[in-house]
């Protein structure tokens, strides 16, 4: 049950990439590459997260069409790239809290499986819908592969899996299904 509605999600954030990427029309100076990719970002924390605010530990395993233990499904669609997969590994000291998950601004970097990288310069926020939360990174690339290209990038994880975040554990960890759409300015 959880697995058709993991993949309902993916399905929907890739219509919304997909949708906005397509939308926005490129100027004729810009790039003439682009990437839109799924797949699911691991995250854990420690100490888990309560509703209290403190320093916390995250390890991010971010795999775009990478197929592991916890990232299930993925696709990549590119133009004028040879990439076709991509991941990220983060660890990053963070003050998080349940319902603070994160809004921060930073730089990530994504290394691609056709041997080149891409680094951009983001701003998150996050939207706790009815059913989900939803975390919404916007950038652009500052060096590597699509440099020069704007990024929107989305993890959503289901808000049930926040249910132990009243306990003196927390929520240890989190499985984010992802989308990043990476296109001309």
């Known amino acids: 049950m959880i697995r058709k509605r993991q993949l309902a999600s993916l399905a929907s954030l890739l219509a919304l990439v997909l949708g906005d990427a397509v939308a926005a029309a490129a100027p004729a100076h810009a790039s003439s590459s682009a990437i839109f990719c799924t797949g699911w970002t691991f995250a854990t924390y420690t100490p ?3 509703n209290a605010v403190q320093p916390t530990t995250v390890v991010v395993d971010g795999d775009l069409n990478v197929i592991d233990d916890h990232s299930p499904i993925g696709i990549c669609l590119a133009v004028n790239s040879s990439a076709t997969a991509g991941e990220r590994d983060v660890t990053a000291l963070l003050n998080l809290s349940f319902t603070q998950l994160i809004v921060e601004t930073g730089v990530e970097t994504i290394n691609w499986n056709d041997h080149q990288s891409t680094s951009f310069s983001f701003s998150a926020n996050v939207t706790r819908g009815a059913s989900n939360t939803v975390i919404i990174e916007t950038g652009v ?15 959503t994880a289901p808000n049930i899996a926040f249910a132990n975040c009243n306990t003196p554990g927390g929520v240890t960890s989190l499985n984010f299904a992802t989308a990043i759409a990476i296109t001309p300015l």
């Open 48 to 50: 888990g997260l309560t």
């Open 141 to 155: 690339v500052t060096s590597g592969e699509f440099a020069g290209d704007k990024v929107l990038e989305t993890f």
